[in-house]
């Protein structure tokens, strides 16, 4: 039996945390990031969600993309609680560099300062970064 | 000459080197991601209102509004459309796409 499936069948868990640091809409990374936490929700690990940078705009309310014909992603931020991933991290710089507060914000989350947020990564098994 | 810039200031610099190399008197557009550097609060709104003093300052609204932006615009930057953006190519005598 190799490791993966003595893992796979041991039911280990392991923290995965997502990094997001671009916007939304000017290249595709931001949904591609998306996608991969919404199939990372079927493996049953530990998923978190870290905005940082650019990143933080990605979950800003009241984005309407009808005028660039372009899909709006953005909802499906708030589906994510349906899924058991409730692990949102904010970093407070970005947030302020960019005139936005928690309350410009889509869903729910957690307001950390740069080290909480360094120490939160560092505590991680996998890092993935968009 | 018309300079256009399609990224975001807090992720790059396009913005403030468009700025420190306009001349007075030209056009500067915001499309795609540069759009967030016409949203009031930001680390760029004080750059972005000492060049308005010397240059003209666009954004394109489509890209404010998929992006939440719409409603934070700095006041005096002017919102055009696709049709808007044409017209500003079409009269100024030359054009550079900031990347």
Redesign the interface.
Known sequence: MSEMEQEESSGVVKKFMFVNRKAPHGSIYALESLEVVLISAAFDQDVSLAFVDDGVYQIVKGQQTKGIETKNFSPTYRALEGYDIEKLYVERAALEARGLNEDDLLVDVQVLDAAEMAGLMAAQDVVISF | MLHIV???P??RNALESCLRLALDGAAVLLI??GV?AA?????A?ARLREAMKRVKVYAL???L????????VIEGIELV?YGGFVDLVCERPSCQSWL
């Open positions: 399609n990224k975001s807090t992720e795609e991601d967030y949203a009031r609060g930001g680390a709104e609204k489509g890209d509004e998929a992006r939440g932006m719409a409603a934070r459309d």
